[in-house]
């Protein structure tokens, strides 16, 4: 069966250039970075090449990068880190609509006593900067952290982080935004943004998993979580993953290149196509978050009054690939915690599926999953209808 991967938000495939470097890695480049013989020495220097890569992708300096495991450490260093280096600050200040790499860190970081202050947004799930506004001029003095993502994981949205990291630095107060979503898709250039931390992951470019990093602003100190050794600048203990690495690396290099070219914006209204016709064949279906600028890869459609576990299901036996916020794998109904929190209606919420594209994606593929999915909905509307 022909497969149609629309599900790259959670990972894309490694390219073949990355995978034939990490196989490289693992049977030429295998010593340890660390040892001063010529073999470590060797490899010690293809890791400054990865990480002057993955900088130049981003914009930085190679020093201001740390390497991590991913996406999910590099956040949660960021707030637990920020909060230990600031023991006078008790407050982090974030949206329900985060990935849970900082969600679900900063609920760990309540229970622990700090205070996480919500922040508002409107229907589209865009941050209400008046409100941030407003919190930073009374309690700017507490605030260990505010986090907020550049891209959001399932509707696409993204954030205004340039206003709101103006109003950070305006208040002195740190600014890490989760930019997984962002880095690799659309260029960005941290030397210009207000931010202090910003954290990604090779997996989402067409990288290996295991392998991300956290942007740390010159002069930004945080407490190492990871203790061992002098690794990272004395910020992250532990031998490193040389093949994830050196893949991130070349997968950085590759995104570079795509970037240049500009090929996002033919993609983007491949996107807005496919949607059109999806909900148009569909019917009784709408594009959350339709009413603010998105990412170009991603598209979060609610059917109706269906369950996105059935949609999906039938989805995969006919080859498509797409997902849903809800914990589908587990049994649970329950719609996606960010759908709700952007004050999406229950019955919309429920049938919300996620599809994500790729720079490998092609039109025909899109073309022919909206064949497919309309069949899907239309079938699954004529026996399973729920009340």
Known sequence: M??????????????????AAMME?????????????????????????????ASKLIGCKSRDLLFTSGGTEAANLAIVGSLQQQPDRTVIVTTRTEHSAVREMALAQAMRGVE????????????????????????????????????????GVIQPIEDIGLLCREHEVRFHSDAVQWVGKLPIDVKQLPVDLLSFSAHKFHGPKGAGGLYIRRGVRLTAQIVGGPHERQRRGGTENVPGLLGMGIAAELATQWLATEQWKTMESWRDAFEQAVVEAAGNAAVNSSGATRVWNTSNIGFNRLEAEAILLMLSERGVCASAGAACSSGSLDPSPVLMAMGIPAAQAHGSVRFSLCRETKKAELDEAVGIVTEVVTKLRSTMTTV
């Open 2 to 19: 022909k497969t149609i991967y629309l599900d790259n938000n959670a990972t894309t495939c490694p390219s073949s250039e990355v995978v």
């Open 25 to 53: 890695s693992l049977t030429q480049c295998w010593a340890n970075p660390s040892s001063i013989h010529r073999l470590g020495q060797t490899v010690h220097q293809r890791l400054d090449l990865a990480r002057e890569s």
């Open 116 to 155: 996480v202050i919500w922040l508002p947004m409107d229907i589209n799930g865009v941050v209400d900067c008046d409100a941030l506004s407003e919190l930073l001029r009374s309690r700017a003095g507490d605030i260990a952290l505010v986090s907020i993502m550049r891209a959001n994981n399932e509707t």
